[in-house]
């Protein structure tokens, strides 16, 4: 257990309003990822944070912006959710600052209707 | 450009029966390369890793992995499976420090 919770686990929401999902961990680690999987395409890496208030964009960050005020939480906005943006969205946590794996947050499963 | 291939959507074996999932990726040098399973509504756990040395890496659950550079290769094995094995599994490569791509998963069916 990497210490990783994700909120809300599931939400519906309606095109064109803004949703934020939250991350939160326990273990005061530098390194944050958001990806989104999808069928067909595994996770795709959205956005990533390599400490407080740096942040720089993934593969598929268009329609997306995210915050990190504070070491424990990452925050991922949609500012405008479109049906595209339904997929479930994982969290994800470096322990060092190398070349190692990434653990995983259990994912929100996100409906844009 | 960087890309994870896993070339087999979906496999089913028997309960007893070994197990091979491909993985092919493309990169110039010698990549971090990983194996991660998950569980249905679950997160992603690490199967394994391979960073450097010895190509055969053995991981948790009675998986193991070899490395080929040859054919940019990172071929996921289990000699037995097992009904718990049934789940979904992605090959993960690790490009730059925050660059990890991965494959679109294969996912297992486990017979009687």
């Known amino acids: 257990d990497a210490g990783i919770t994700q909120s809300p686990r599931h939400k519906v929401t309606e095109t064109g309003t803004p949703v934020t999902l939250r991350c939160h961990q326990t273990?005061?680690?530098?390194?944050m990822y958001w990806y989104r999987q999808d069928p067909g395409h595994g996770l795709r890496l959205i956005h990533y944070?390599?400490?407080?208030?740096?942040?720089d964009k993934g593969e598929v960050s268009d329609g997306y912006s995210v915050s990190r005020s504070k070491t424990e939480d990452f925050l991922l906005t949609l500012e405008s959710a479109t049906s595209s943006q339904t997929s479930v969205y994982f969290c994800?946590?470096?322990?060092?600052?190398?070349?190692?794996?990434?653990?995983f947050g259990q994912g929100t499963r996100l409906t844009v209707v | 450009a960087q890309s994870v291939t896993q070339p087999d959507i979906h496999i089913t074996v028997s309960e007893g029966a070994s197990l091979e999932l491909r993985c092919n990726y493309s990169?110039?040098?010698?990549?971090?390369l990983f194996w991660y399973v998950q569980s249905p509504g679950q997160g992603l756990q690490l199967l394994l890793k391979?960073?450097?040395?010895?190509?055969l890496v053995q991981g948790i659950k009675g998986f193991e992995a070899e490395f080929k550079r040859s054919q940019s290769s990172f071929n996921l094995r289990k000699p037995s499976v097992h009904w718990s094995d049934a789940a979904e599994y992605f090959c993960?490569?690790?490009?730059?420090?925050?660059?990890?791509?991965f494959g679109a998963g294969t996912r297992l069916t486990v017979k009687p």
């Open positions: 994800a946590i470096k322990r060092v600052d190398s070349y190692t794996e990434a653990f």
């Open positions: 273990e005061n680690h530098r390194y």
């Open positions: 944070s390599y400490g407080v208030k740096d942040t």
């Open positions: 990169y110039g040098a010698t990549p971090y």
């Open positions: 391979y960073f450097s040395g010895d190509t």
């Open positions: 993960a490569v690790l490009y730059n420090n925050n660059d990890m791509r």
